[in-house]
């Protein structure tokens, strides 16, 4: 077939990568030790990820000023869980007033968002606290006190299949000043036979 001057004539052109087939491709592969690198490579991720994923829990909730609640976090029963990092977010009780932590309120005063929450962390499973006591969320929650998410507060712990993860949260914020919260455990999951 002719071709117009500067295009390819894709008639004698090999198929797709330059193998026939399967087998020729297979062959190929076996006789390059480039191609068999990468080829393994690929089977040993397809094989880690069937077994560990990146994996992410979160727990969205409110709690009214002046008290103090339990909140969970379960991890499911076929996987193990490696947590990496702990992260998130506090909205008050009035976006007049104070808005997402950790940027002040609009009257430029020092009412932040987190004002007054704080937390404390249990494996239910071991009965391990994982904080000393209750520690201020804007201290654990995503440091950095800029409008970017910044540092992720580090938190390696590794929670096994049906464990429960408790938050204790404070608020002594007034009574009638309700908090929004997000918390989120970063980490991957892990399958493993019981």
Request: aromatic share 12%.
């Amino acid at each position: 077939m002719p071709t117009v001057p500067g295009q390819l004539d894709r008639s004698t052109m090999p198929a797709p990568g330059g193998f026939t087939n399967n087998v020729e491709m297979a062959q190929q592969i076996n006789q390059n030790a480039v191609f068999a690198s990468l080829a393994n490579e690929a089977q040993h991720l397809r094989t880690v990820q069937a077994m560990k994923f990146d994996y992410t829990y979160g727990l969205n909730d409110s709690i009214v000023g002046q008290t103090t609640a339990a909140f969970f976090i379960t991890i499911e029963q076929g996987t193990d869980f490696q947590g990496l990092y702990l992260t998130g977010s506090c909205f008050s009780y009035d976006a007049v007033n104070a808005t997402d932590f950790p940027t002040p309120n609009s009257l430029g005063l020092v009412d932040w968002a987190a004002r007054g929450l704080s937390m404390h962390v249990t494996d239910m499973r071991s009965g391990r606290e994982l904080v000393s006591g209750f520690v201020p969320m804007e201290l654990l929650l995503t440091p950095g006190y800029g409008i970017n998410f910044q540092h992720p507060y580090p938190f390696k712990y590794f929670f096994l299949r049906n464990s429960q993860i408790r938050f204790d949260i404070r608020n002594r914020d007034n009574a009638n000043r309700t908090h929004e919260f997000n918390i989120a455990i970063n980490g991957y999951k892990i399958l493993t036979p019981q």
